[in-house]
C-alpha cells in the first residue's frame, strides 16, 4: 500500500501510486548510511497493557523453567556437549534427533500457517528480542533517563555530571541484566546445579566456562544497549520471510488509508467530512511512539514488528479529539480497500492440513518412542566356537533405559527358537532410568540346525510382567557347509 496522492483522492481517482522513497531506505539509518537513533515515546493502552501481561508471564516462564523437574529430570535441557536432551522431562538421545528434526519442520510449518494468518503478532507479542528490549531494558531507559523528549534532551547535551552518572548508571545495569539472562541461558544447557557449582568454585577453577560467560553477556549487552532495533530490521530472517508469506488477507497492523485521507491538521469546531478531510490530524504519535522507526500511514513495511504501540498512540488521540477510535487496527489489506471480513484462504487450509498431519505423526513418534533401545554387536574380530555339539557366538549388548524407572529385563532368542543364552553375570539384567547398561552374552545354536555360515537371528529384550520392550536382528556365524544338490 502506498502514500496518496491528495488531489488524486480529491477527485476520486482511489489510491495513486507515487514514488515510495521510504521503500528505499531504512527507517534508522540517514542516507549517508549513519545511524539514526530512534527515542520511542514510553506507549500506553490496552494493547500495552495486554502485551506487558503475556511479557511478564513469559519472562516468568524463562526464569522458571531451569528449576523445574519432571521425575527428577529437567523440564527442558539441551546439553549439546555431553549430549543430554530432556524435553517435557522425557529424556532424549542422538539417536531420537529424527524425532526432534521432525518438531522442528513442524514449528516452521506452524509459523508458515501462523504468518499467513496472523502476519507479524509473534514479533511484537512473544519473540524472545523485543520482550526483553521493550519490557525489561527499555524500561530500564524510561526510568533512569525518562520519556522520549528527556532522552533527547540527555543524548544532545555535554558529557556533564547528570549525563555521566546517567549513562553510567544504565550501562551498569544493562550488564548486570545481560549477565544474569546469559547465567540462565546457560542453566538451559548444563542445568541450574551446574551453573552455581561454576559460580561456586570461581572464575579461575573453570577459566573457559568464564570466558564463554562473559562474552555471550557482551553479545546480549551489545545487542539491548546499541544494535536494539537493527536485530529486527537487518538480522533477522523472520521479517524477509513474512514479505514472501503474507498477502491481502493476512491480518496486520493496518493504517485506514480510506478513512484518514486527506490527512490535515486539527481544527476545534471544523466538520472534517465537509471540508474534504480524512481522520488523520497528522499529529505523528504513530510516529514517535514506534519501537522502529517508522511511519504506519506509509503502509505495510519490513521495518514493523506488530508491536501495536502506534494503535494506542492513535486510539488515545481519536479520543481526545472525539473521533471513532480504530484508524489504526488489526486488519487485513482487503478489508481496509474492499470492507471485506477476514477469512481463512484455501492456502492457510492447505498449510493448516500439512500442519495437522505433522503433529499427529510426531505426536505418533512420541508415544511410539519405546521404553528401552537395545543392540547385541559382535566383538571386533571374534568368531564363532563348536563345543559339545552347539555352535556359540558372543555378543556385547548395550541397553538404553529411555524411561523415569528403573527396568530389569531378560533376553530370549526369538528367532530361530532353539537359541541357548548364557551370560557373562546374571540373567537379569538391571537398567537405571535415563542410563545405559552394557555387558556379554553368548548365544548358542545345535549346530544340526545352522545350515549357513553366516545366519541372520532375532533377540528380544523382556521386561519382568513378560512385555517385549525392544527387538534386534543381528547375525549368527557358523562354519561353512558345502551344499551338494
Known sequence: MSKIDEEAVKGGQGQVMV??????????MEQSGKRKWVFPRKPKGKYTNYRELVSYFLLLV???????????????????????????????????????????ITSLIFIIVFTIAYGRIFCGWICPQTIFMESVFRKI?????????????????????????????????YAIISLVITHFMFM????YQEVFNIIEAGPFAN??????????????????????????TLVCPYGRLQGVLIDKDTVNVFYDFKRGENRSKWR????????????????????????????????????????????????????????PKGLIRYATENEIENQTKFKFTGRMKGFAAILVLLVGFLVFLLYNRGDMETKFIKPMGSTFFVRDGKITNTYNYTFLNKTNEKKVVTIKV???????????????ITVDRDKISKGTINISFPEAEMSLSKQNITIGVYDMKGKLVDSYQTYFEGPFKLRIP
Open 268 to 323: 476545534n469546531g471544523e466538520d472534517r467530512k465537509t471540508a474534504g478531510k480524512g481522520d488523520c490530524i497528522d499529529c505523528q504519535q504513530c510516529v514517535v511512539v514506534c519501537p522502529t522507526g517508522i511511519d504506519i500511514r506509509d503502509g505495510q513495511q519490513l521495518e514493523c514488528i506488530n508491536c501495536t504501540a502506534c494503535i494506542d498512540a492513535c486510539d488515545e488521540v481519536m479520543v481526545k479529539v472525539g473521533l
Open 188 to 191: 538451559y544447557i548444563v542445568g
Open 207 to 232: 577459566p573457559t566456562n568464564f570466558i564463554v560467560m562473559i562474552l555471550f553477556t557482551s553479545a546480549f549487552y551489545f545487542v539491548f544497549a546499541w544494535f536494539r532495533e537493527q536485530v529486527c
Open 62 to 104: 524463562y526464569f522458571t523453567i531451569p528449576f523445574i523437574k519432571i521425575n527428577g529430570n529437567p523440564l527442558f535441557m539441551f546439553n549439546i556437549i555431553d549430549r543430554e536432551f530432556f524435553i517435557a522431562g522425557q529424556p532424549f538421545y542422538p539417536q531420537d534427533f529424527f524425532i526432534l528434526t521432525l518438531g522442528a
Open 414 to 428: 526369538l528367532e530361530p527358537a532353539h537359541g541357548e543364552i548364557s551370560y557373562s553375570s546374571t540373567s537379569k
Open 19 to 28: 514514488p515510495e522513497t521510504y521503500r528505499d531506505s531504512i527507517g534508522t
Open 141 to 173: 531507559e524510561y526510568l533512569i533517563e525518562g520519556d522520549r523528549n528527556k532522552q533527547m534532551k540527555l543524548d544532545r547535551q555535554e558529557w556533564n555530571t547528570e549525563k555521566i552518572w546517567k549513562r553510567c548508571l544504565k550501562w551498569t545495569v
